[in-house]
């Protein structure tokens, strides 16, 4: 008796299992799809000093129209598409997408600010990834300063040396490397003093956890020490609250990011958000 309830347990997990594979399959071949039926776009989300309340620089993130599914979140869709490495693709797309839309934002006259692009860890390790971004900055016509990449510490994993070579070579020629989600990752404080880079940015179940039950703050409060002490911009991410504000502000964290400010808004909304710079920067001065 107890062992057909087990088969027949087991039979549902496999099932579960063959149902989930197959629907990835299926999710992999519309990835593919979607860059040809241009159902990817682009969402900005204002970077913002906690100082002055401007506007410093916008990440760039990626969209999936679905035509059945809807939206899909990144968190969904980006782990398959390094999976199946059409993340080379997609995220050429993205930089080309971003810088392109950097450049018309500038031309158009509003304040030249950084946009901030995610980089997968295999994307960092393809040996023609420098030549790509310098192809795709000639070719928008976007100075190498108003772009920024947003790396993990996981492209470390396999060649740290190799990694801190490309590192040097896309920061010599001009474009910042920031590192995303950090302290959540593989983080050695050795390599990082020897990482070519002008940001990090701390992760957001760590600004969570300042004010949502646990009141920890020593890890931001340490995060904005050693960033400082390294020469290093520090950015918060997922700030959504005014007290999470306030608090890292009185750490000295230079910049954030997060609900609290906007959600990362379509090319059109904003440009609005761009728009009504002075009456955004009111509201953050109190
Ligand atoms: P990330 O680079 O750490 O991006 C920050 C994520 O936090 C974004 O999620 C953003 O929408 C979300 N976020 C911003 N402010 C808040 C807030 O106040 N509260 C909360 N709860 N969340 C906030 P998103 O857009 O869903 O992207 C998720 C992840 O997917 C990104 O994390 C990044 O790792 C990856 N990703 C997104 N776009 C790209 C891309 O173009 N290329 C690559 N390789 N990865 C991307
Ligand atoms: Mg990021
Ligand atoms: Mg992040
Ligand atoms: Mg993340």
Redesign the pocket.
């Known amino acids: 008796h107890a062992k057909n309830a087990g088969r027949n347990q087991y039979q549902l997990y496999d099932a579960a299992m063959n149902a989930r594979a197959a629907e990835r399959l299926v999710l992999a071949g519309d990835l593919r799809k979607g860059l040809e039926r241009e159902e990817f776009f682009?969402?900005y989300?204002p970077q913002v000093c906690l100082m002055t309340g401007r506007i410093t620089g916008m990440?760039?993130?990626?969209?999936w129209k679905h035509p059945e599914r809807g939206l899909v979140?990144?968190?969904e869709f980006?782990p398959l598409?390094?999976e199946t490495k059409l993340?080379i693709p997609?995220?050429e797309w993205?930089l080309r997408t971003a810088c392109r839309q950097n450049k018309a934002w500038q031309d158009a006259g509003f304040p030249p600010v950084c946009v901030s692009?995610?980089?997968?860890a295999c994307?960092f390790g393809q040996p023609n990834l420098v030549a790509m971004i310098k192809k795709i900055l000639q070719e928008t016509g976007l100075a190498p300063q108003y772009l920024n990449l947003?790396i993990?510490e996981s492209i470390t994993m396999n060649n740290v040396e190799r990694a801190i070579a490309t590192m040097h070579e896309i920061n010599d020629y001009g474009i910042g490397i920031s590192i995303?989600?950090f302290g959540t990752g593989y983080s050695s404080l050795n390599y990082l003093k020897k990482f070519p880079i002008q940001t990090l940015?701390i992760?957001?179940s760590f600004v969570?956890d300042m004010t949502e039950e646990h009141h920890d703050v020593a890890i931001p409060t340490a995060i904005i020490a050693m960033a400082h002490s390294l020469k290093l911009k520090v950015i918060a991410?997922?700030?959504?609250t005014e007290m999470q504000q306030q608090m890292l502000r009185e750490r000295g964290c230079d910049e954030m990011?997060?609900?609290?400010i906007s959600?990362?808004l379509p090319a059109p909304e904003f440009e609005e958000l761009l728009h009504n710079l002075p009456a955004a920067e009111q509201l953050l001065a109190n």
Do not use: F, H, M
């Open positions: 682009l969402a989300q990440e760039a993130l990626i969209r979140s990144p968190a980006i598409a390094e993340i997609i995220g993205v692009v995610n980089l997968s994307q947003e993990t995303d989600d940015k992760d957001q969570r991410e997922g700030v959504e990011q997060g609900y609290l959600r990362p």
